[in-house]
């Protein structure tokens, strides 16, 4: 049970004073319901106003406060908008206009003759200075005393907004939960706070919301609700190893022969992972181990061997895919890879209906299928397995937590868990998302594998891209050409880098006729796998696609892939699609067409795959370019969900909190001690009770 100490940090904004069903219910359009949520979203800015007496002393484009008198109206007609002229202290004028429906009433607010303080952005026009819509506008009592009515600060924070809900609103809802932070115990070690100088956390809060300057407290801030993440990991971490699970010991009857028919030979580092994963699937505790490596390094069969050590030792397995796509494509290397073996594989998608799925169910139920693949399908209440044992997720960022929680309750004991990524993720965000695995690196690449020629070429040249790709053709090889869009539904002018697939396909079928395929995530699934069909047998040439194909697709005859409107993508996933050639023995290219007007970043963008194709180096410069939010794609509910910190302070705080957290439970009483209980603080204001009740339920 959350602590009676926090209970107003997480009251509805309604308990707030000023803050009504109409403000709140536009707060939630922001994601604020509660007062916590309010003071978690930091300013995203501040906005000054300088206090001036004269406008004599003014420039257009600031924005200043300034005493002002009321001499004449003119009302709004036509397109002319309602007018005020006003005079200074000093005789120099200034206009006040007011646009739109509501000009008029805004005048009436400014009668002739009365004295008003003006907050706003000044501009020149007809070499006359001019104010549009004041942000601020306070009459003035000329019996009042002056002190009362001195100007207020002149730096205001600046958050986001929404339709009907107003700055001024937003900042007093604000002060209103400011004054609302109780005075809580530190959590943090003394000697941090000593060496960082950092404020307490309430304190650290106001200053957050009101000091432009305050950036020692808004890294105190984000080292708290990193520190709450790593706490919350290192429970789970620690529980996990408490958790008894079956000890999975193969005999060697499939991984044995699987490994001996390869036409390869495991890379080192597949040697070292298959290791470390065997050794943990043999322990009576659940395994919880992240598998990543880069784009091609043969985390697949990595995933099979695992698997076979599972239905070695008596148990089942599954494989989860994030598309009915990947689903598909795993299906098919694992049937191949398992030919005559004795291991029965099922395949559970959005797309099996009827009998064939109740036959799937039944057989997994009575253990007549050993490995099941499929999509969140394999998630619903009905899909009930008979031993469970080992699950892997090809994890492509897109299952969260409770996803994956779904899955390990559908065992009598927790299953042991393996994650794959699709690309290598920088340490710091994997530290972040990923801090209750144990990590397994794939960093090399099965010899044979040749570089990929990567080349940048403009939009403009696209005819000299079509005759290559011709020549391509002609000379009986495959390729893929991808485009960032389904169809271009927008009614504006579009650039050509803009050029959606549909579009692409039919200009490319005028040239090249039946030898081009389109698939899209829009497709219904059959006319999907058809087209996919036709490619993978050769019928059709090139593969006229989105960011569908960016993984699932293994065609290792293609080795060409053109890349339009590159610029328009992120560097892990151009790497990822750049992957989908060079997996055969012949030289492949890529082939990145940009568009004319590229951002510096987009330039940098290209200019680092063109210069390498590690996949590790691509994910650190991505990072830096992009942010963890849009490296790992769609945010899940507890996975990098950062309120505060942000992308710099990730990476440069993730460490210490990793290391506060581990110290804190190794050294000071866990959670038991005086900081033990200010750390459980923490997690509940950070949204981690799940660690809390992870905690009490040992």
């Not at 990991?233 to 060697?252: E, I, K």
């Not at 990543?292 to 008596?314: C, H, M, N």
């Not at 900081?675 to 949204?687: K, M, N, S, T």
Request: hydrophobic share 45%.
């Amino acid at each position: 049970m959350r602590p009676d100490l926090l209970n107003p940090l997480f009251a509805d904004v309604t308990s707030l004073p000023g803050v009504g069903p109409r403000v709140a219910q536009r707060l939630h359009k922001l994601g604020i319901a509660r007062v916590r949520d309010l003071l978690f979203q930091l300013p995203s800015g501040f906005r000054r106003t300088r206090p001036i007496a004269s406008l004599a002393h003014a420039e257009p484009g600031e924005r200043v406060r300034i005493t002002v008198r009321i001499v004449q109206h003119r009302k709004a007609h036509g397109r002319a908008p309602a007018r005020a002229a006003a005079l200074d202290a000093t005789g120099h004028p200034l206009a006040i206009l007011f646009f739109g429906a509501q000009a008029d009433r805004m005048l009436a607010r400014l009668p002739v003759g009365q004295q008003v303080r003006i907050s706003g952005r000044l501009e020149r026009w007809n070499d006359q200075l001019q104010m549009a819509h004041p942000e601020q506008v306070i009459p003035i009592d000329p019996l009042a005393d002056p002190a009362s009515q001195a100007p207020g600060l002149e730096v205001e924070p600046v958050y986001p907004l929404t339709e009907g809900l107003s700055r001024r609103a937003r900042i007093d809802a604000v002060a209103k939960a400011l004054d609302r932070l109780p005075a809580l115990p530190e959590w943090l070690d003394p000697a941090l706070v000593a060496r960082n100088r950092w404020p307490s956390f309430a304190e650290a809060l106001r200053a957050a919301h009101g000091d432009p300057a305050a950036d020692v407290a808004r890294d105190r801030l984000a080292l708290d609700e990193l520190l709450a993440g790593q706490l919350a990991w290192a429970l789970v971490r620690a529980r996990n190893r408490r958790r008894a699970s079956r000890a999975l010991v193969g005999n060697g009857q499939i991984t044995g022969p699987l490994v001996d028919r390869l036409p390869f030979a495991l890379t080192g580092a597949q040697h070292r992972v298959i290791g470390e994963i065997h050794a943990d699937l043999a322990r009576p505790q659940a395994m919880l181990r992240l598998l990543q490596g880069d784009v091609g390094s043969g985390k697949t069969l990595v995933a099979a061997l695992a698997l076979a050590r599972a239905v070695e030792a008596g148990v089942q397995g599954a494989f989860l895919a994030p598309t009915e796509l990947l689903a598909r494509q795993h299906f098919r290397t694992l049937s191949g890879l398992f030919a005559s073996l004795p291991v029965r594989l099922g395949l559970l998608c959005g797309r099996e209906k009827g009998r064939a799925r109740d036959r799937v169910l039944a057989d997994l139920a009575l253990g007549g299928i050993d490995i099941l693949v499929g999509t969140h399908a394999i998630f619903q209440d009905q899909v009930r397995y008979r031993n469970l044992g080992l699950a892997v997720i090809d994890e492509q960022h897109r299952f969260g937590v409770a996803q994956r929680l779904l899955l390990q309750r559908k065992a009598a004991q927790a299953p042991h868990l393996l994650v794959m990524t699709a690309t290598p993720i920088p340490r710091t965000l994997a530290l972040a998302n990923y801090g209750a695995l144990d990590i397994s690196v794939l960093n090399e690449r099965p010899p044979g594998r040749l570089p990929i020629d990567t080349r940048v070429i403009a939009m403009a040249r696209m005819h000299e891209v079509v005759d290559g790709l011709a020549r391509h053709l002609a000379a009986g090889r495959r390729a893929y050409w991808v485009c960032p869009l389904v169809e271009d539904d927008s009614d504006e002018p579009q650039a050509d880098e803009q050029a959606a697939a549909v579009t692409r396909a039919t200009m490319l079928k005028d040239r090249f006729g039946d030898r081009v395929a389109l698939v899209h995530g829009r497709m219904p699934g059959p006319e999907r796998d058809s087209a996919l069909a036709r490619f993978l047998s050769g019928e059709a040439q090139l593969l006229v696609a989105t960011t569908v194909i960016e993984v699932g697709v293994d065609v290792p005859e293609a080795t060409l892939i053109v890349i339009e409107a590159a610029e328009r993508f992120g560097l892990a996933q151009l790497h990822q699609l750049r992957g989908r050639v060079g997996r055969g023995r012949e030289k492949s290219v890529c082939i990145l067409l940009a568009g004319p007007r590229l951002s510096e970043t987009a330039r940098e963008r290209l200019k680092m795959l063109r210069a390498t194709d590690d996949g590790f180096a691509i994910a650190e410069a991505d990072l830096q370019l992009r942010g963890p939010g849009e490296l790992l794609g769609t945010r899940q509910a507890g996975e990098q969900g950062f309120a505060i910190a942000t992308d710099a302070q990730v990476a440069r705080l993730i460490a210490a909190a990793d290391a506060e957290a581990r110290l804190l439970l190794a050294r000071d009483g866990g959670l038991s001690g005086p900081r033990g209980e200010a750390a459980r603080l923490l997690l509940y204001l950070f949204d981690r009770d799940a660690a809390v009740r992870t905690l009490q339920s040992g």
